[in-house]
């Protein structure tokens, strides 16, 4: 008897409390204390009330966090060392060996160059492939079955009739692209490299696509085509410094030829490095300014 | 150096090239073959890893190009993370497996692609984070993690998936952001972007006193973000509708792999760079340890009130990842061993959980609402017993996983009598907790609501995928539940050698 009564309340808790008769109910909000039937007040008849209440307390709180956070981080730059300090701790072997032996060690002249595609080559092939993911899931979000009929949108929908950016594009638009593959391809000889080079070449495509129009880019430079030539570059990024990863911490040897630092065919992989990131980097600029500027027609 | 010693290399580089690769495969099932295969390999490679460290019996640096620590990009491996990366690889052919139906149903064919390429770089970026001996290299893998996590979780493209992606997205920004601001405060304290460069540094400033306030702010930093983006209590607001809007074998990748890739590094961290000492002197354990219990229980609470099944199994992941911070707040070298076997244990269970609450869902026609999968057990027996398994597992029954870990925390918690007190009463009070809301769902899911509606086999065509899938999980979960003692050395063994 006792077993059996044990058995019941068992079931009925698996059930949902007593009070719950939906049928079917493993467990509700009303087997708490305190749940829907005394929250039943009449007087609060405005359901946006709770909401707005909420949202009201979520901008104090935001607010609040973000000025602490301010002023706790305001007071630690105060503790930093200052800007030029030569006893500052970043003032030590590391910068001084990229300085110092970096031309020799790696064939740049440009010492930012040395840096991010040889000494940390790593680190930037994971900063192209963030690149190559956010193209990829802006894609993957915008992109649907019926992405043949695309319309324009957005401020420069109609300026392929403006003879202002005409004119001023027809003449524009050359000297970015020369400058754009100047900066890409002597990012190894002076300041510059692939992500600023790159940044210039997309801006070019950008404003090209503004004149011409989006649909006459597209059969140019499709999402395909960007996206391939975005695999293309990572892919030779990943067999080049592949094969100086391998040989490097193996201890190989079979380096690449340096080169005379200065000359334009020098510093091993870095140029054609450079021009991987450069491809990449307007492939991505581009890519996210026709797709979030086309509208999908149903 | 022998050649095993490359593993580490080409396991980020296999499963980047995999994902690279992608868009060039526009067949949704090859894709997913790939991604598979490319997780086989790297699985393979990192159990031979794993036998060649524990056989040596000591960890190695691995230079990524010709220049070694303070200069050039380097990854570090040892049994800790050989064994983390098998597991995050054997979780992501599972969990891929277990779900494989319903992603070919949720996502569209032309996408399916996209979907894999996400999977791909999401392993890539977790092993990168679990081999990496560079903070900053850390970093731009954090990038890759949070940008493929969201892929994964808009891959269903419909409204609330998109809402999650979102909030995941800004949260999880705000997270790389502090913890981005940690290391730009660390490097300009230590001069430092490589973890053997820095540790000298970091312990050199907190002996001296010198810079101790952008010390501690650094610190906090580094240690808020990674909590951020590994949900820990107070942050654990994205976790549940990104894991519950995913598809099926979205869900188990990102509940396995994701958060637990943050609380590698995290550890890597602390035993690598900060150092426990330092980083109790600094009060941040005893942060993170108040964080651990109060999100071991209103997690707990707050998967009680739950009525969506993969909601509920959402909040009961940010418990357990709160058990995991508990016993990193422990701030004793068993809390850390605690923590990495309730790494273990959770990552092997909770796909578990969702692939079988994939599987029922299914069985109801698709409702995820609790009461709508009552019966359903019985039209998918074996989704039942993967269920009830995982659900037991994390309630603490003897034998499995869950409870070798709890055990050991406990154990652990003993160690230090100021703690001890706090951390077995909420111990206790969370299992309980878990007790009741997992049990109630497991009676629920094996027992109709009205007798004799239920069919008694499934109508669909045996799913082969999920069945090996639920039983290698079972397999793993009884696994390390009973092999407490070689698990617990091994983990001493990589902890030590970290």
Known sequence: MKNKSLLHRFVDWVNGDVADDRPGNIRTVGSLPEAKPPKEKPEHTDPLRHLNRQIAAYRVSAVLVCVSLMLALTYTVLCLPTYNDPSAPTNNEVSQRYVEQGMEETGAVNTVAGMILDYRAFDTFGESTVLFTATAAVLFITLSKHTKEWTERGPFADSSKDPILQVVGKILLPMIFVYGIYVVLNGHLSPGGGFSGGAVLGGGLILASSMFGQKKMVRVLSANVTTGLSVACLLAYAAMKGYSFFTGANHVGWEIPKGTPGDILSSGFILPLNICVGIIVACTMFSFYSLFSQVEEE | ?498
Request: aromatic share 10%.
């Open chain 2, 1 to 498: 150096m022998p050649f095993v010693n490359n593993v580490p290399f080409f396991s980020i580089f296999i499963a980047m090239l995999g994902g690279i690769v992608m868009p060039l495969i526009k067949n949704g099932r090859i894709a997913l073959r790939v991604t598979e295969a490319a997780a086989a390999i790297i699985g393979v490679l990192s159990a031979w890893l794993l036998c060649a460290v524990v056989a040596s019996g000591e960890s190695f640096t691995y230079m990524m190009g010709h220049f070694p620590a303070p200069w050039g990009n380097e990854l570090r491996a040892g049994p800790l993370e050989a064994m983390m990366a098998l597991a995050f690889c054997m979780i992501m052919i599972l969990g891929l497996e277990g779900g494989r139906r319903d992603m070919f149903d949720d996502i569209s064919a032309h996408k399916q692609n996209s979907y894999c390429l996400m999977l791909n770089l999401l392993l890539a970026s977790v092993l990168a984070l679990v081999y990496t001996n560079d903070v900053f290299t850390a970093y731009v893998f954090i990038e890759i993690n949070a940008i493929s996590a969201c892929g994964i979780v808009m891959a269903r493209r419909f409204g609330n998936s998109l809402v999650a992606a979102v909030r995941y997205l800004v949260i999880s920004c705000v997270g790389s952001g502090l913890f981005l601001m940690g290391i730009v405060l660390l490097y300009t304290c230590t001069g430092q972007l490589l973890m053997p460069g820095m540790d000298t540094a970091v312990q050199a400033l907190a002996a001296s006193g010198e810079y101790r306030v952008p010390l501690l702010i650094a610190v906090a930093l580094v240690a808020v973000g990674l909590s951020i983006k590994s949900a820990l209590f107070p942050f654990y607001g994205w976790l549940p509708n990104a894991y519950a809007s995913a598809t099926t074998s979205g869900s188990a990748v990102q509940a396995g792999l994701i958060s637990k890739g943050y609380v590698i590094l995290f550890i890597k961290l602390i035993y690598r760079v900060f150092t426990l000492e330092v980083m109790r002197d600094l009060h941040i354990l005893q942060a993170l340890f108040v964080m651990g219990l109060s999100g071991m229980i209103i997690a707990s609470i707050r998967a009680y009130q739950e009525q969506s099944t993969k909601r509920m199994l959402g909040f009961s992941s940010a418990a357990q990842i709160a058990y995991i911070f508990m016993g990193i707040g422990l701030g004793t070298h068993e809390g850390m061993v605690a923590a990495c076997y309730q790494i273990l244990a959770h990552t092997i269970t909770k796909p578990l959980l969702f692939t079988s609450a994939g599987m029922l869902i299914r069985s109801a026609h698709g409702s995820k609402n609790l009461h709508d999968l009552r019966g359903t057990a019985r039209k998918n027996p074996l989704a039942g017993v993967g269920f009830t398994i995982g659900g037991l597992s994390l309630c603490g029954l003897p034998l499995l996983a869950g409870f070798a870990a709890k055990y050991y925390l406990g154990v652990a918690a003993m160690g230090d009598p100021k703690k001890m007190l706090f951390a077995l009463l909420v111990l206790a009070g969370s299992s309980v907790l878990n007790a009741m809301y997992y049990l109630p769902a497991i009676v629920g899911i094996w027992f109709p609501a009205d007798k004799g509606a239920a069919e008694p086999l499934a109508e669909e065509r045996e799913d082969k995928g999920f069945i090996l899938s639920t039983a290698v999980f079972i397999g793993l979960n009884i696994f390390l539940g009973v092999a407490i003692g070689p698990m617990i050395k091994l983990i001493e063994l990589g902890l030590s050698l970290l």
